[in-house]
C-alpha cells in the first residue's frame, strides 16, 4: 500500500508533481495533515485520514473536508493537543506506520520557517522516513543500503544539478560504519567519497555524453538524493 501525505508549508503545483503521484494512486491512502489539507484541496485529493493540531489549517478546506462523502471508507479525523511530543508530520508518519505502507509521500513542508523546514529533513533519520518528498521545487529521493538501495533518475535538463547528502541516525549509533554510495553517468563519481568524514555531493549533474540515467546505489548507509520535480526516476531493491 502507498501512502500519500500532504503537510503544511509550500507545495509544489500540481502540475509540477503529478507524474510522481499518479502511478501510486490505485492502491494509496491520502493523509492531510493540519495545513496540509489546503494543498489536498488544491490538488482535488479526498484524504482518507485528516490529524493534527488544527491550528494552521483554513476553514475553506475544513468545510470542504467535511462535505467530502466517501464511497469506500470513512473520514477520520483525529486532533491533538498544539502542546505535544510530535510534529503534525511527524504524527502522519507515525499513521503510515500503523497502516502498513509500503511507500510514502510527503507533499509540502517547504518554505515558511527555518526551523519547519530542518524538521522535515530530520525525519529522514526516523524508522518512518519518506521515500519521497516532493518540495515546492524540488524532489527528495530516500535511499537506503538496507530498505530500498537503488535509483534511476531521468528526465533530467542539461546542467540539472543532482546532489546526494548522507542521513546519519539521529543518534549517530552507526556512523562508525562507512557509508559508500556508487553512481553512475554523473561528472563527479560518488564511489569513495568520505561521507562519514563530512562529504556531500552538490550540484552534480549528468555527463553531457550520455542519455541513460543517473544511476545511484546506497551500498552501506541511507541518502537523500534532490534533483528537480522534472525528473522522473525509479526505485529497486
Request: hydrophobic fraction near 40%; include cysteine.
Amino acid at each position: 500500500m502507498n501512502c500519500i501525505i500532504f503537510t503544511g508549508g509550500n507545495y509544489p503545483e500540481k502540475s509540477k508533481a503529478i507524474h510522481f503521484i499518479e502511478p501510486l494512486l490505485e492502491n494509496a491512502t491520502i493523509i492531510a495533515a493540519d495545513s496540509g489539507l489546503n494543498a489536498a484541496k488544491a490538488y482535488d485529493m479526498k484524504p482518507d485520514f485528516f490529524l493534527g493540531d488544527m491550528d494552521s489549517v483554513s476553514a475553506e478546506a475544513t468545510a470542504w473536508f467535511k462535505s467530502i462523502k466517501k464511497e469506500a471508507a470513512p473520514q477520520n479525523t483525529e486532533t491533538f493537543p498544539e502542546d505535544k511530543d510530535f510534529s503534525d508530520t511527524e504524527l502522519a508518519l507515525k499513521k503510515t506506520e500503523s497502516l502498513g505502507a509500503d511507500f510514502t509521500v510527503l507533499i509540502g513542508g517547504s518554505g515558511g520557517r527555518l526551523d519547519h523546514l530542518l524538521g522535515i529533513l530530520k525525519l529522514f533519520k526516523g524508522k518512518n522516513a519518506p521515500d519521497l518528498w516532493l518540495a515546492e521545487e524540488n524532489a527528495v529521493c530516500f535511499i537506503d543500503a538496507e530498505k530500498r538501495p537503488r535509483i534511476e533518475v531521468d528526465a533530467l535538463p542539461e546542467n540539472a544539478p543532482v546532489s546526494v547528502f548522507p542521513v546519519f541516525p539521529g543518534q549517530h549509533t552507526d556512523k562508525c560504519a562507512k557509508y559508500v554510495c556508487k553512481s553512475e553517468n554523473l561528472v563527479w563519481p560518488l564511489d569513495g567519497l568520505d561521507w562519514n568524514g563530512g562529504s556531500v555531493s552538490l550540484s552534480n549533474r549528468r555527463t553531457s555524453s550520455s542519455t541513460s540515467p543517473v544511476r545511484l546505489y546506497a551500498e552501506s548507509g541511507s541518502f537523500i538524493v534532490i534533483v528537480p520535480l522534472c525528473a522522473s526516476f525509479s526505485f529497486s531493491a
